[in-house]
């Protein structure tokens, strides 16, 4: 899970997409979605407020791997961002959450322990 790297409390991933497409606007905000290299780029370069200690750190700091399934669950699921808002309508997290158990889960009954 993504934390501030300066209070350490856990970020929302909802609230850093919405972060970056503020910053880079409607319609580049748009392209940088379609385009995984594009927003992984804008991630790495952009300044993010911590919404609990208000500290702004850069996106580059953010765990890579959960950045690249947030892309993944943007693109996945049509109309997960309210253009006209500029308001992303996924919980994001919770997804995320949602992915990393499915993942242990298929790991250990590949293992063969079938344990839970």
């Not at 409390?9 to 609230?15: G, N, S, T, V, Y």
């Not at 947030?70 to 919980?91: A, C, I, P, Q, T």
């Amino acid at each position: 899970m993504a934390r501030c790297p300066v209070c350490g409390r856990p970020l929302d991933w909802r609230d850093v997409v919405e972060q970056l497409i503020a910053r880079v606007g409607k319609e580049e905000g748009k392209r940088i979605l379609t385009d995984k290299e594009s927003f992984m780029k804008a991630l790495d370069g952009a300044v993010i407020r911590c919404p609990a200690c208000g500290e702004e750190f850069y996106g580059r700091v953010l765990p890579r791997d959960e950045a690249e399934k947030v892309f993944v669950l943007l693109n996945d699921f049509k109309g997960s961002v309210n253009w006209d808002e500029m308001k992303v309508r996924l919980r994001l997290n919770s997804l995320l959450a949602l992915d990393t158990m499915l993942e242990e889960w298929d790991r250990r009954q590949k293992s063969g322990s079938g344990k839970v």
